[in-house]
């Protein structure tokens, strides 16, 4: 496998998986657009030869497609399944020991290698040296979207009980000191989170590493959610195909892999403003205090190659990430949560708020009128697992008469509205964590949550057209059909939730007494319900990114029995709300200066 990065631009060349781009390339928006008509269109991967403004040359669009992903790691793949696989299910492994044996083999010989001598494969650069890449109008700056950000247990160092993950950096802008300082964005449960509070423990500032570039393998490695006791740093041993190589250099690890190596030191007490940034959801993540890590020596190998990615409306290449992941990982959800079948993540919507789950059903065999009850204990579980803890709607069932798919989101929405009990089946969370990007909650990571079960008998036949008696006004107007049982309905501009509560309510009330709801398990209070309508990913987007469940789920017929909350129609307001965080749009000029580009290249935009 692939010793660089180098190695393996040359190789996805060599095999008509990569593009190169000789014209000079601005890193202010033009990379970045660029780089998503590429992946629109499933293109090849990019090298961007010429970068306006630096001496390195950038990569993006390494990860586009799931196929050029498994390509690249064509070699050790199976292996690392293997591997994965053994640690989810060591009782497995212990019954087959011999079919188990090459795994074993492959975690020994992937042990991290230290070597002597330090920086003499480097030579010494300054920050604004690097691409300075840009990617939406209202970004603070310039970001580092592909880091992998090395920091170890100040209680116990080496590799082995090191955490690499992906947080994104700020390269400039804001109150940010350039080549003296960056900004790091991350959550304060992540790996690096933990590090850090032992540190303050000590007393003593957390050493950092960003590493930028190297095997694809480390890359991969800085996301991937791995069993408990499976190092980042072996399994990128394992998926390189080579072990990871380092040293240190004024007590700061170094990979000697890594085409880049920012090294420097975070101070607890030492914040400033980080952001904007155009995020996975679709909108900007805004300005907050985060911590800000102290530059010390930048490193850059000969040749280094700078990758990047973007991140936006998805679907993009995090998208990708997401089913590579989801490939490598195999059965692990299974493992981790007994008597989950499934659970899915809804890349349309942002990929947390949205989670849509299978999973058994064996409380109630013999009782005459089948109801959630398992499901409900499974839900719980889901929601305080890992990542999926951030998510707002969770949709669950479990599989009767026939099978279902998670990933087919339009049955399963339909397969649930028909046998959801509105006035049983929906159980809120309030005042609790969300994802730190959502901006439809109270505060930065705080919102609700709801757990939406079904199981049973077919309740309903869904509407599969708007009905001709739909009590439309001048104030919820334009319905629109946006799947059977769900109709979007064009609302005027969000003002106040007080507004809406009124508005809603006096609209719940003319649905009730004009008309039978019981077609029409879901109604969206949206701003433009053509859009919502025009397409399943219009509408897993705007409502699910848009709404906050406990202040924008309302109801016909709604009712509180002993702190239980009901309705015979579920409406979510989906409108944007004065709080929320703009919409990521391109900037028209640069738009038509890459139009120019790309068709010198010979890639016309579709």
Same mark, same amino acid.
């Given at each position: 496998?692939?010793?660089?990065?180098? &190695?393996?631009?040359?190789? /996805? +060349?060599?095999?008509?998986?990569?593009? *190169?781009?000789?014209? &000079?390339?601005?890193?202010? /928006? +033009?990379?970045?657009?660029?780089?998503? *008509?590429?992946y629109e269109q499933e293109g090849p991967a990019i090298l961007f030869e010429n970068v306006k403004g630096s001496p390195f040359q950038a990569v993006s669009n390494l990860f586009g497609t799931v196929e050029r992903s498994k390509f690249i790691f064509r070699k050790n793949w199976k292996q690392v399944q293997n591997v994965i696989a053994m640690r989810n299910d060591p009782v497995q492994a212990l019954k087959h020991p011999l079919r188990n044996m090459t795994s074993g083999l492959t975690a020994v010989k992937a042990l991290p290698k230290k070597k002597k001598g330090g920086t003499e494969d480097f030579r010494e650069v300054s920050i604004s040296d690097l691409p300075m890449i840009q990617h939406w109008p209202r970004d603070g700056g310039a970001f580092l979207t592909l880091p992998q950000v090395y920091t170890e247990d100040p209680e116990k160092s080496g590799p082995m009980n090191a955490n690499l993950g992906m947080y994104r950096v700020q390269l400039s802008g804001n109150e940010f000191i350039q080549d003296e300082e960056v900004g790091l964005h991350y959550q304060i449960q992540r790996g690096i989170g933990v590090h850090q509070a032992k540190a303050v423990a000590k007393g003593e500032p957390l050493k950092v590493s960003i590493f930028l570039g190297g095997p694809p393998a480390h890359t991969i490695s800085a996301v991937m959610p791995l069993p408990?006791?499976?190092?980042?740093?072996?399994?990128?041993?394992?998926?390189?195909?080579?072990?990871?190589?380092?040293?240190?250099?004024?007590?700061?690890?170094?990979?000697?892999?890594?085409?880049f190596v920012i090294t420097g030191e975070i101070y607890p007490e030492d914040t400033k403003?980080?952001?904007?940034?155009?995020?996975?959801?679709?909108?900007?993540?805004?300005?907050?205090?985060?911590?800000?890590?102290?530059?010390?020596?930048?490193?850059?190998?000969?040749?280094?190659?700078?990758?990047?990615?973007?991140?936006?409306r998805p679907p993009q290449e995090d998208t990708s990430f997401g089913a590579v992941i989801h490939e490598m990982t195999g059965e692990a959800i299974k493992q981790e949560i007994t008597g989950v079948k499934e659970v899915h993540a809804v890349d349309a919507a942002g990929v947390h708020p949205l989670l849509l789950a299978?999973?058994?059903?064996?409380?109630?065999?013999?009782?005459?009128?089948k109801q959630p009850a398992e499901l409900l204990t499974i839900a719980n579980r889901i929601l305080g697992t890992g990542q999926l803890s951030l998510a707002k709607y969770l949709f669950i069932t479990a599989e009767q008469e026939r099978e279902l798919d998670t990933h087919q989101e339009e049955d399963f929405f339909t397969y649930m509205l028909e046998r959801i009990n509105l006035r049983r089946d929906l159980h809120f969370q309030t005042k609790t964590t969300i994802d730190t990007l959502d901006y439809s909650g109270e505060g930065l990571n705080e919102g609700s949550k709801v757990v939406i079960a079904a199981y049973g008998d077919v309740k309903r036949d869904l509407c599969q057209l708007v009905p001709d008696g739909f009590p439309a006004d001048s104030s919820m107007h334009l319905p629109k059909l946006v799947m059977p049982g769900v109709i979007a309905v064009e609302a005027p501009e969000f003002a106040s939730y007080k507004q809406a509560v009124e508005e809603i309510a006096a609209f719940a009330e003319r649905l009730d007494q004009q008309w039978d709801v019981k077609e029409t398990p879901m109604i969206i209070i949206c701003d433009d319900s053509s859009f919502v309508s025009d397409t399943m990913r219009n509408f897993l987007w705007a409502v699910f990114t848009r709404s906050n469940p406990?202040?924008?789920?309302?109801?016909?017929?709604?009712?509180?029995?002993?702190?239980?909350?009901?309705?015979?129609?579920?409406?979510?307001?989906?409108r944007i709300k004065p709080h929320h965080a703009p919409p990521l749009l391109p900037d028209e000029n640069v738009e038509h200066r890459v139009d120019d580009l790309m068709e010198r290249i010979g890639l016309r935009k579709k």
């Open positions: 496998m692939y010793q660089n990065l180098n &190695e393996c631009v040359e190789d /996805l +060349e060599k095999h008509g998986h990569l593009v *190169r781009i000789k014209e &000079e390339v601005d890193p202010y /928006l +033009e990379m970045a657009s660029v780089h998503l *008509r590429f408990e006791g499976l190092s980042e740093m072996m399994f990128a041993g394992m998926l390189a195909g080579r072990r990871f190589q380092y040293s240190y250099e004024d007590g700061y690890c170094i990979n000697h892999d890594a085409d403003p980080e952001g904007p940034f155009g995020d996975h959801l679709g909108y900007y993540s805004l300005t907050h205090d985060f911590p800000v890590m102290k530059v010390h020596k930048v490193y850059a190998r000969d040749k280094a190659i700078l990758p990047f990615t973007v991140v936006g299978i999973g058994s059903e064996r409380y109630t065999p013999f009782q005459s009128v406990s202040h924008d789920i309302h109801g016909v017929n709604s009712f509180y029995e002993n702190k239980h909350w009901g309705c015979d129609s579920l409406i979510i307001d989906a």
